[in-house]
């Protein structure tokens, strides 16, 4: 069965800490991406990443950066966490394409930022 | 990305059929619609994508209408399980795997 986990369903963080989310998969797809969720805002998207080393911006990358140095593992780095910060966070991952058919989500990571 | 427009919020008794619509009337001709939901507390799950035929799967059809500029899914028999947000999105079927999700419909399914 297909399978993105994330390292953490709840995550509770102070002001100007370092946070890595990690998502792992097991599908070997090429294509992972990292999204927050927020109310009323849907997802956007904060970066992806095509293959081992490469990373692209999303819509929202301001405070994010991310690694990828294998292929299953993609990881989401807020560098000084800020409340605004305080979101869902969804990892998601894709076969290359094309077709591009379903993206396989994660469960999501609840990161509160104090 | 097409902006999709979906209403806010549906109800739907258990056992009968859902029609969720979606407007999409920018759609350009490269672009497919895809539907994806959301359980409470879950990541978003994939359901159907098509271009301008009718599609059906084992969890849902999708009616997309001649000019393509709205597309109607379907859950046949609808259960308390389809209780979700879900979420209609236009994109291409190349390039870069960018899903632009809005706001979604809220589907309640009712005992």
């Known amino acids: 069965d297909v399978k993105v986990t994330q390292s953490s369903r709840y995550l509770v963080k102070r002001t100007g800490e370092k946070v890595f989310l990690e998502c792992v998969q097991d599908?070997?797809?090429?294509?992972m991406f990292w999204y927050r969720q927020d109310p009323g805002l849907g997802l956007r998207l904060i970066y992806f990443?095509?293959?081992?080393?490469?990373?692209e911006k999303g819509d929202i990358p301001e405070g994010y950066s991310v690694s990828r140095e294998k292929k299953e593992r993609f990881s989401l780095i807020l560098e000084s966490a800020s409340t605004n910060q305080t979101s869902m966070y969804l990892c998601?991952?894709?076969?290359?394409?094309?077709?591009?058919?379903?993206?396989?989500f994660g469960p999501g990571t609840r990161l509160t930022v104090l | 990305d097409a902006k999709t427009t979906q209403p806010p919020s549906m109800d739907c008794a258990e056992g009968r059929a859902a029609n969720l619509p979606c407007n999409h009337s920018t759609i350009s001709g490269n672009e497919y619609v895809y539907w994806y939901r959301q359980i409470h507390s879950q990541g978003p799950q994939y359901i159907i994508h098509g271009l301008k035929n009718n599609e059906t799967n084992e969890m849902a059809s999708l009616i997309i209408t001649e000019d393509r500029k709205s597309s109607t899914l379907i859950l046949p028999h609808a259960t308390l399980r389809d209780t979700a947000v879900y979420y209609c999105i236009v994109r291409p079927n190349f390039g870069n795997e960018k899903l632009t999700f809005g706001t979604g419909t809220r589907l309640t399914i009712i005992p």
């Open positions: 599908m070997d797809h090429e294509n």
């Open positions: 990443s095509y293959d081992v080393k490469m990373k």
């Open positions: 998601a991952s894709t076969q290359g394409g094309p077709p591009y058919n379903e993206q396989f």
